[in-house]
């Protein structure tokens, strides 16, 4: 056991250097926050326990490491992270303990895979003096046909025939359109066991703060863990977010990103659209929204524009 713990811990540690190449890690209080204090929030006491036998070091340094990814603007960047996290991903599958991770890496080796793509296409453009200027994130419509094409021909997740009736119910109940169920798969792959390491869980990867405020509790007994539960409390979250900004895209971004920073950049902007803040919003927000959309496209034949607001 301790012997795989040691390569789940340089697997991390790989893939810490590989974000480390294009994004500094900053050693200000408010990223770090403690970390020891973060790890004991968000992960599982069992989780601890394998933390405990191996160096936390380099363990906390990943977390900052790709939650500075994911929360960064470049989309491009998440593409460092694919090779890493290919070796990392099969060792995360082998401990019950880190398994519910495992299927969070699993759901974002999509966003790895895909900004590789899109960083491999780019035509480089004539050497200049001077510091490079960054390049300009791919425009939502291109990440929308990337997607569609990306999706196209992709098979059911295992677990999607056991959930989809039951979450379609539930959404109906809720006055929700039911092709939203399949946020899910973006989400989880529809495993209930999911975690993040930024401390989301559940089939629709709910964090602690926003699963108290739709009254369930993540201790003692975390009942995002619970699928009826989970997906109730998702449908009412993403029905108050409609009922915010009017639009499914925005919803999902702030879903995905939060509302405040959403309304932040529409009155920031002067818009009312998604595709007019995209490029403002965090790298995995800019690749989740049009990944559920062509997710949804997949699976029902519809875009987001398609779907119905909530009924009264």
């Not at 109940?173 to 092709?179: G, I, L, N």
Request: hydrophobic share 40%; aromatic share 8%.
């Amino acid at each position: 056991m301790k012997t795989l713990l040691t390569l789940v811990v340089t697997a991390l540690a790989t893939c810490m250097a590989a974000a480390q190449e294009k994004i500094e890690i900053p050693e200000a209080d408010d990223l770090i926050q403690s970390v020891e204090q973060w790890m004991r929030e968000n992960l599982d006491d069992s989780v601890l326990r394998v933390l405990e036998q191996v160096d936390q070091d380099r363990v906390r340094e990943f977390f900052i490491a790709s939650q500075r990814l994911l929360e960064g603007k470049s989309v491009y960047d998440l593409g460092e992270l694919k090779d890493s996290a290919s070796r990392l991903l099969p060792l995360l599958q082998q401990f019950d303990e880190t398994r519910p991770y495992a299927v969070w890496l699993q759901t974002h080796f999509d966003y790895f895979d895909t900004a590789d793509e899109l960083r491999r296409e780019i035509k480089p453009a004539p050497p200049k003096p001077g510091k490079p200027a960054p390049l300009p994130n791919p425009t939502p419509q291109l990440q929308r046909t990337v997607w569609n094409k990306k999706l196209d021909k992709r098979p059911l997740p295992p677990l999607a025939s056991a959930y989809v009736p039951r979450l379609k119910q539930i959404f109906a109940a809720e006055k929700m359109p039911r092709e939203l169920v399949w946020i899910a798969e973006v989400e989880s792959s529809f495993d209930p066991s999911a975690r993040s390491p930024a401390g989301a869980a559940g089939l629709f990867q709910l964090m602690p703060t926003t699963a108290r405020s739709l009254n369930l509790s993540a201790r003692p007994r975390d009942e995002r863990l619970q699928p009826e539960k989970n997906a109730r409390a998702a449908a009412k979250y993403l029905r108050s977010l409609y009922s915010r900004f009017g639009d499914w895209r925005l919803a999902l971004a702030a879903y995905n990103a939060g509302e405040t920073r959403v309304d932040y950049l529409l009155k920031q902007q002067k818009t009312r659209t998604f595709d007019a803040i995209a490029r403002r919003l965090p790298a995995e927000t800019q690749m989740y929204v049009p990944k559920v959309e062509a997710t949804l496209r997949r699976r029902e034949g519809l875009s987001l524009a398609d779907l119905k607001p909530p009924t009264a």
